[in-house]
């Protein structure tokens, strides 16, 4: 696929949001090893377009979980608004996590010069006795839910609305969507195709729309120009490491110039350092090898101080 040309670049003192499907889990990780600033959304992994757009409304507006929020279901307490790994026995605990969280994502979204939009499907659940859209459904009956599809101009409409509001207080922020490559099957071939359609007219709708708004494609990468199963786990569904590498090349060619590209390399090698497990901790080679993993980070702190970097377990 061609090198899309874009009106600017992302470097390493950019803050960077990333709210979406689990490939905004992956960008954001990819982000996180190359040492940006980057902030992952408080609600974890969510597919469906408006809830996302709801997300960042909350978000913005702090609105705090309260107690009567949570849904009790199998042993542990869950919010309809938040990915499962958030769940907790015990709703206090967990109650002070969620807002806390909340509060931290409201100041790296409001200060954030990049928000990365990944966009799973179309299609989303709402509790019956509410009315309510879900986010997750956590495994609760399925009768207590509806199964709806959002129309490309609803969708417009609620993610219009939330970066109007972002906007107001930042002119400068930029929004990249995407749609991630995975396919939602249990969905139906035909379901899953119309959805995905859906989400990229939205995109493209909103991108024409907005000066501040572009468009990555994720989705056609592993769709149009992979083609072909080998690149997909052994569910023929979710992208191998080695296909979320060619993706991230391929972001790292569209959004970075010479300069961070050299220095996402550079962290690459010193990452390859220090992940690097010995049979014997103590041997001389592998105190070697971190005694070079030092003298390292030494050198790129002192060439790149724009920068600011932060290895587990490793310091200076």
Same mark, same amino acid.
């Given at each position: 696929?061609?090198?899309?040309?874009?009106? /600017?670049?992302i470097?390493?003192?950019?803050?960077?949001?990333?709210?979406?499907?689990?490939?905004?889990?992956?960008?954001?990780?990819?982000? $996180?090893?190359?040492?940006?600033?980057?902030?992952?959304?408080?609600?974890?992994?969510?597919? !469906?377009?408006?809830?996302?757009? =709801?997300?960042?409304?909350?978000?913005?507006?702090? #609105?705090?979980?309260?107690?009567?929020?949570?849904?009790y279901?199998?042993?542990?307490?869950?919010?309809?608004?938040? &990915?499962?790994?958030?769940?907790?026995?015990?709703?206090?605990?967990?109650?002070? #996590?969620?807002?806390?969280d909340?509060?931290?994502?409201?100041?790296?979204?409001?200060?954030?010069?990049?928000?990365l939009?990944?966009?799973?499907?179309?299609?989303?659940? =709402?509790?019956? #006795?509410?009315?309510?859209?879900?986010?997750?459904?956590?495994?609760?009956? $399925?009768?207590l839910?509806?199964?709806?599809?959002a129309?490309?101009?609803?969708?417009?409409?609620?993610?219009?609305?939330?970066?109007n509001?972002?906007?107001?207080?930042?002119?400068?922020?930029?929004?990249?969507?995407?749609?991630?490559?995975?396919?939602?099957?249990?969905?139906?071939?035909? $379901? *899953?195709?119309?959805?995905?359609?859906?989400?990229?007219?939205?995109?493209?709708?909103?991108?024409?729309?907005?000066?501040?708004? /572009?468009?990555?494609?994720?989705?056609?990468l592993l769709?149009? #120009?992979?083609?072909?199963?080998?690149?997909?786990?052994?569910?023929?569904?979710?992208?191998?490491?080695?296909?979320?590498?060619?993706?991230?090349?391929?972001?790292?060619?569209?959004?970075?110039?010479?300069?961070?590209?050299?220095?996402?390399?550079?962290?690459?090698?010193?990452?390859?350092?220090?992940? &690097? =497990?010995?049979?014997?901790?103590? &041997?001389?080679?592998?105190?070697?090898?971190?005694?070079?993993?030092?003298?390292?980070?030494?050198?790129?702190?002192? *060439?790149?101080?724009?920068?600011?970097?932060?290895?587990k !377990? /490793?310091?200076?």
């Amino acid at each position: 696929m061609p090198i899309l040309p874009t009106p /600017f670049e992302i470097n390493h003192t950019h803050k960077i949001f990333c709210i979406g499907s689990c490939f905004a889990e992956h960008m954001f990780q990819k982000f $996180q090893q190359s040492q940006f600033k980057v902030t992952p959304s408080p609600f974890g992994i969510v597919f !469906n377009s408006l809830s996302i757009a =709801r997300q960042l409304s909350a978000i913005l507006d702090q #609105d705090l979980i309260l107690e009567e929020d949570l849904v009790y279901f199998d042993h542990l307490y869950h919010s309809m608004l938040h &990915h499962g790994s958030s769940s907790n026995y015990d709703p206090k605990d967990m109650l002070h #996590d969620l807002n806390q969280d909340l509060v931290q994502a409201n100041a790296a979204l409001i200060e954030s010069d990049f928000v990365l939009i990944t966009l799973g499907t179309s299609f989303y659940y =709402r509790l019956k #006795d509410s009315g309510k859209i879900v986010s997750n459904c956590h495994r609760l009956p $399925q009768e207590l839910f509806t199964k709806e599809q959002a129309s490309v101009e609803d969708m417009v409409l609620s993610f219009s609305q939330m970066m109007n509001r972002l906007w107001n207080l930042d002119p400068h922020k930029k929004l990249i969507f995407t749609v991630s490559p995975v396919r939602y099957l249990r969905d139906g071939f035909i $379901q *899953n195709a119309r959805s995905k359609a859906a989400l990229l007219l939205c995109c493209e709708i909103l991108e024409k729309n907005f000066e501040n708004v /572009f468009y990555f494609p994720s989705y056609e990468l592993l769709m149009d #120009d992979l083609r072909d199963y080998r690149f997909t786990q052994e569910d023929m569904v979710h992208p191998t490491s080695q296909t979320i590498d060619y993706i991230w090349n391929y972001f790292e060619q569209v959004f970075f110039n010479d300069r961070t590209r050299l220095i996402n390399l550079k962290i690459e090698r010193l990452n390859k350092k220090l992940n &690097h =497990r010995p049979l014997f901790s103590e &041997h001389p080679s592998h105190t070697s090898l971190k005694e070079m993993a030092r003298d390292e980070l030494a050198q790129l702190k002192q *060439n790149y101080p724009e920068v600011n970097f932060k290895f587990k !377990n /490793f310091e200076l």
